[in-house]
């Protein structure tokens, strides 16, 4: 995902070279060529055919999803609770970054470095202990980095926060049981 921009610039390079390169050949080398660009295709063809039969039956999910799901939904809850300054805890940091103006718990730890100790430690533990001891007013919970980590069945995600979307049994977004109410307040779940 993040050499995206070299590959792209190395494929323009590429066909820019072979251009200037067969340009300048003669017949017996043109040849060499096309027989070198024939058996890359070969070997390549069945690594992409894979490539895209996988993303086809299992596809990743786009920016614009997880900027929607993590990021835009959570920012109108905090606007609806009005709050200037407010923290999500999730695994999203991505989506969240791109749209959302609070501040971001990675539980990832791609962008923390105390959390990426924990998780290169197998502290779960302990990545949980220092989660709900910074007290974020969201917490969105998401696949295997929700259930590795033993989020969803930790009691003082059910204790000190409440549910308000559920997309799937591992995938929701939580509210700090104390803002909870003030969103039913407003009418909202």
Known sequence: RFATPIWVTGALIIAVAGAQVLAGADTRERCRVWIAGAV???VAAPVLAHSA?????????????VASYAGWTVNEYAE????????????DIGGTALVSDL???DLGGLADAQLA?????????????????ARPEFIETHHEWSD????????????DYVEIVRTSRTDGLWVRRDL???LE?????
Do not use: H, K, Q, S
């Open 103 to 105: 501040r971001i718990i």
């Open 117 to 133: 100790r924990r998780w290169a430690a197998g502290d779960a533990a302990g990545l949980r202990d220092d989660v709900f001891a």
């Open 80 to 91: 609806t609770l009005g709050l200037n300054e407010a923290t999500v805890a999730t695994p």
């Open 148 to 159: 590795t980590a033993g989020l969803i069945d930790d009691p003082r995600l059910a204790a």
């Open 53 to 65: 039969l996988t993303f086809r039956a299992d596809p990743t999910v786009p920016m614009c999803a």
């Open 180 to 182: 909870a109410a003030r």
């Open 40 to 42: 890359t295709v070969a």
């Open 185 to 189: 307040a407003r009418g909202l779940p």
